[in-house]
């Protein structure tokens, strides 16, 4: 009888390896379909993605709101509906924002865009003839300075502006404004997740307890916790301090009066976001951009002002922003945002931080793990 059933198993592990084998088989085979049928998931599903990072960008304001709310009367209706009118009140704030950045940032960013562009020629002949009067032995008649200057007119910034790619620029307008109902869908996907997240995050809870064993399922729970924090907190504080910075740039270069101070404040915050690398992109070509059109006294003004500010945001404001560091080294910053741009890109090189954050907490708790055995033994 145990050798009938030991007999069964054994031709029912043969069965399953062959399945999987030919499963497998035809996955490869059919790469191609199903490559395409995951896209095709991930576009339906992505309003859904969409809603999910709304939701997870907006819970920590709306919870902070629902709590002053519910300091109201017990009895009244603000106080029973804390939740809903905490999120409808963020949701309000984050619609005023992108109603005053499209009235007053977005006119004045590609005004100066324009401009720049037109006027291109004019500032690239009149920096030619400032370097040509120069002595001959200044760095700037340098034969890598003048082969740098003479490669940006190479650059056809017109080819942005043609008929052809404002066509393009209308088709990509049209193409948005039939993603809209996507937009929709999302906001409401965010609204509703934001209602019922205690419901949804008791779920997976359950699902969690019931899938691993206790000590697992506490691990894996501790992980979620601080990985949450580390993101939020990274994300929440980098787009704060990004904002702050562009304000600040844009105020400073007005006053100094640089040409285009708002787009390159704007810039200089954008680029904020990514850790080292963006900050050094960004301050270079506003000091490129500052040398065309304001002269060399007026880039090399610029270029100390944008450091200093630069610093201040490094030594006080970002501190007071972020609150606790992120206990990484800089050399592993550096590493991982590499890494991250070298694969994914701009989003790779804004997230590789806290992923670079979580895994090294995940290893340092691994080690700790191993020794503590190793005592043990």
């Known amino acids: 009888m145990e050798e009938k059933k030991r007999g069964i198993s054994k031709w029912f592990y043969w069965f399953l390896l062959g399945v999987a084998i030919i499963i497998v088989y035809k996955l490869l085979d059919n790469f191609g379909q199903i490559g395409e049928w995951f896209r095709n998931l991930f576009d339906i599903l992505m309003p859904f993605i969409v809603g999910l990072i709304i939701a997870y960008l907006f819970y920590i304001p709306c919870r902070k709101i629902e709590s002053w709310y519910k300091k109201a009367k017990k009895k009244s209706l603000l106080h029973k509906r804390a939740r809903v009118f905490s999120i409808l009140t963020v949701y309000l704030i984050a619609f005023i924002l992108i109603a005053l950045v499209l009235r007053f940032v977005i006119p004045a960013i590609s005004t100066s865009i324009i401009d720049f562009v037109n006027n291109f020629g004019n500032y690239y002949n009149d920096t030619m003839k400032v370097i040509e009067e120069l002595p001959e032995d200044s760095i700037l008649k340098n034969e890598y300075v003048l082969n740098a200057v003479q490669s940006i007119q190479q650059i056809d910034l017109q080819q942005f502006m043609n008929l052809e790619k404002i066509g393009e620029y209308a088709k990509g307008a049209i193409n948005f404004a039939s993603g809209i109902f996507d937009i929709f869908v999302a906001f409401i996907v965010s609204f509703y997740l934001l209602l019922e997240r205690k419901q949804i995050l008791n779920f997976f809870r359950k699902l969690a307890k019931a899938l691993f064993k206790r000590q697992t399922y506490a691990t894996l729970g501790n992980y979620f916790n601080q990985s949450n924090e580390i993101f939020f907190r990274f994300v929440a504080s980098q787009v704060l301090d990004g904002i702050v910075v562009g304000i600040l740039t844009s105020i400073a270069m007005s006053i100094i009066g640089v040409k285009y101070a708002v787009l390159l404040g704007f810039m200089i915050g954008l680029f904020n976001l ?41 030594n006080i404001i970002n501190p007071r922003i972020v609150g606790n560091s992120l206990e990484i080294s800089p050399l592993l910053v550096i590493f991982a945002v590499t890494i991250g741009g070298a694969y994914f890109g701009v989003l790779g090189m804004f997230l590789a931080v806290p992923v670079a954050t979580v895994l090294k907490m995940m290893i340092e708790n691994y080690i700790d793990y191993k020794n503590n055995l190793t005592k043990v033994k």
Do not use: N
């Open 274 to 314: 990514i850790p080292y690398f963006g900050a050094i992109i960004a301050i270079v070509t506003a000091i490129v951009i500052t040398l065309f059109t304001g002269g060399f006294t007026q880039a090399l003004i610029m270029a100390i002002v944008v450091i200093i500010l630069q610093q201040i945001d490094a």
